[in-house]
């Protein structure tokens, strides 16, 4: 929270019980208390940010139309949405997501923060595109899709190309990218400290102070 307009009521509590908190916290990477913002009568509020140094955008949750939103995505949610923890396959665990992440069902909104620019892919029917797993926000549940190596059947390949694993999604229905690799980027910066790359040494640091 960063903001919120005056009048307005806090509550935090174990959304969901005991276990569901723990599951969102350890499994999906959220909190394990959910803090509920009331408006007074004549209305008011909330501004909100997420961890991630990029946009903050938000997805229309309907009944017909749930989204599954990857692990340190999700932010809050309007009155009416609700978000559980989700397994979200073997794709998503090879894929470096956690395996784990969170669905939304309900109606209205649902509130992700991204790392970089947030890009919208809306398929038609029978049109496909290929997304590198870490650059999944979320996506619409009831659109097909599947994972496989960069390069199909060529670990060698794919290892090479640096792509590693990527998701073939297939329309109808939307996917939400974000423009930066957030695990992609710790790792560059695991790489930079002195004593985790022997041969830059403290060298290693030189791109981040020119």
Do not use: C
């Not at 959220?30 to 209305?43: L, N, R």
């Not at 049109?127 to 619409?140: I, M, N, P, R």
């Amino acid at each position: 929270m960063i903001a919120h307009s005056s009048g307005i009521q806090l509550q935090a509590k174990a959304e969901g019980g005991l276990m569901k908190g723990l599951k969102r916290a350890a499994l999906g990477g959220g909190s394990f208390f959910i803090t509920t913002y009331t408006a007074p009568a004549e209305g008011g509020w909330v501004d909100v940010a997420g961890v991630l140094p990029g946009d903050v955008t938000y997805i229309p949750i309907t009944p017909e139309r749930p989204f599954y939103i990857t692990r340190g995505s999700w932010i809050a949610n309007s009155h009416g949405v609700d978000i559980d923890t989700q397994w979200g396959g073997m794709a998503n665990m090879f894929g470096g997501e956690g395996g784990f992440g969170f669905r939304a069902t309900g109606n209205g909104l649902a509130v992700v923060n991204v790392y970089g620019a947030i890009d919208y892919l809306d398929l038609q029917p029978g049109e496909t595109v290929t997304v590198d797993t870490g650059h999944v926000v979320a996506y619409d549940l009831g659109i097909q899709f599947k994972m496989r190596r960069a390069v199909a059947g060529k670990s060698m390949q794919s290892m090479k190309t640096g792509e590693g694993f990527v998701f073939d999604f297939a329309g109808p229905g939307r996917v939400l990218l974000q423009t930066r690799n957030p695990d992609a980027f710790a790792s560059w910066v695991a790489s930079a400290i002195p004593g985790n790359n022997p041969k830059e040494g403290i060298g290693g640091l030189g791109g981040l102070f020119s």
